[in-house]
């Protein structure tokens, strides 16, 4: 891994937690984190939304990010049961994850909605980590580097550079499955991502490029290591706080 670009470990919580557990799970994180007294690399927590101000209180002093899950692209207005990113700022996050594959598929979104919800988390003064990934059917049809191509360019605002904005590759049949593609393959991918990005952004060799998708502490350290892997999106493994810890670790 790079060393030029600060790892960050992302727990994305996904619709998991009432508050007790999710106030167990927070203070956990922050005491693993504090204790550890890393700067060499960034832990974040993604909650629920109705979470997010209650967490980060919670973890206030141990280092640890708090960040969204999704938000709306607009500051406000008539839409009824969406937050918007200036909401979630109010709420003590500083990041949002946009575009994650759950939301492509459960919501409709697309990569110019992506696109919109990155430029309003900059709007709100949040770093927007845009996802990426292709599903099991794109992998197996040879499509997977054309995929996460289109999906970059039209996800990724213009006006983007390293400093504003994580990109995530998640490929989707990876979420939630126990299965991982090799380290081959996610140092491949990643390396296509990068490139990609040159011409998309000036400054594309400083941007952390996160891989998602069964991360776990027992194979953290290899999918970390791999070429161009500057941390990770948790999901499953993120709501338990040794579990968590662990893969922070390994970075
Ligand atoms: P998973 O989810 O770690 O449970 O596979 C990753 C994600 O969706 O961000």
Redesign the pocket.
Known sequence: MARSRRPLI?G?W?MNGLRADAMNLATGVAAGVKRAGWTDREVLVCPPATLVMAVSEAVKGSGVLVGGQNCHASVSGAHTGDISAEMLGDAGASHV?VG???RRTDCGETDTDVRHKAEAAWRAGLLPIV?IGETLAERESGRTLAVLETQLKGSVPAGATAAKLVV?Y?PVW?????KTPSVAEVAAAHAHIRRVLTGLIPDAGALRLLY?????GSNAGELLAAGDVDGA??????LKADEFLAIAKAA
């Open positions: 992302a994305n996904k994850i994650h594959s759950e996802c995530a998640e990876a979420i939630g499955t126990g998602g998708g069964s991360v776990k999106l948790v999901g499953g493994a993120s």
